[in-house]
């Protein structure tokens, strides 16, 4: 595993929140609380560091993580045939092939997106990487009847492991 560098307990403040503060989309307070809580060397290690943010998102109530959840954006969704997604959002959406959508594909991502926001009160979440637009239908479909708890808790499942790879690929390009 390759470590973080510079190694994030080196770091200034502002400067941890500017690198950080979007691991989870639209979301500075995790990267805050965890800066606030202490940093060491041994936050260099993706994982732990994905740990460690986990467990503040786990420990921040319901509130903050519906807030959370509903940060994110929806899949081939309006933010994205804008071009007004956040740069990790965009390149993780791309990587799935979903700015390539069929007509059909688009309109079946429209037809969920619209039944589940309104189900569950947040679009959609699924960590993209390394599957295709198939495979994320079907998921869709999958997950779109189950209960709001259950949902709930895959949602903010999904959104460690999207927080776990981009930390991953953070100590990559490093």
Same mark, same amino acid.
């Given at each position: 595993?390759?470590?973080?560098?510079?190694?994030?307990? *080196? =770091? &200034?403040?502002?400067?941890?929140?500017?690198?950080?503060?979007?691991?989870?989309?639209? &979301?500075?307070?995790?990267?805050?609380?965890?800066?606030? &809580?202490?940093?060491? $060397?041994?936050? %260099?290690?993706?994982?732990? =560091?994905?740990?460690?943010?986990?467990?503040?998102?786990?420990?921040?109530?319901? #509130?903050?993580?519906? @807030?959370?959840?509903? @940060?994110?954006?929806? =899949?081939?969704?309006?933010?994205?045939?804008?071009?007004?997604?956040?740069?990790? *959002?965009? #390149? $993780? !959406?791309? *990587?799935?092939?979903?700015?390539?959508?069929?007509?059909?594909?688009?309109? #079946?991502? !429209?037809?969920?997106?619209?039944?589940? *926001?309104?189900?569950?009160?947040?679009?959609?979440?699924?960590?993209?990487?390394?599957?295709? %637009?198939?495979?994320?239908?079907? #998921?869709?479909?999958?997950?779109?009847?189950?209960?709001?708890?259950?949902?709930?808790?895959?949602?903010?499942?999904?959104?460690?492991?999207?927080?776990?790879?981009?930390?991953? !690929?953070?100590?990559?390009?490093?």
């Amino acid at each position: 595993m390759k470590l973080i560098d510079p190694p994030p307990h *080196s =770091l &200034s403040r502002t400067a941890f929140i500017n690198v950080y503060g979007s691991i989870y989309e639209h &979301s500075p307070w995790v990267a805050e609380t965890l800066y606030d &809580s202490g940093l060491t $060397e041994t936050d %260099r290690d993706p994982n732990h =560091l994905a740990g460690r943010m986990a467990a503040i998102v786990n420990a921040g109530g319901t #509130a903050r993580q519906m @807030a959370l959840l509903r @940060a994110h954006p929806e =899949l081939a969704g309006k933010l994205a045939v804008a071009g007004k997604l956040t740069a990790d *959002s965009t #390149a $993780e !959406q791309a *990587s799935a092939g979903l700015d390539h959508c069929t007509q059909a594909e688009f309109d #079946a991502f !429209q037809n969920l997106n619209q039944r589940y *926001s309104t189900t569950f009160g947040h679009p959609f979440i699924i960590a993209v990487r390394g599957l295709d %637009r198939a495979a994320i239908l079907a #998921a869709f479909r999958r997950r779109v009847d189950n209960d709001p708890a259950t949902e709930f808790e895959t949602a903010l499942g999904e959104v460690h492991k999207i927080a776990r790879l981009r930390l991953a !690929q953070l100590a990559a390009s490093t």
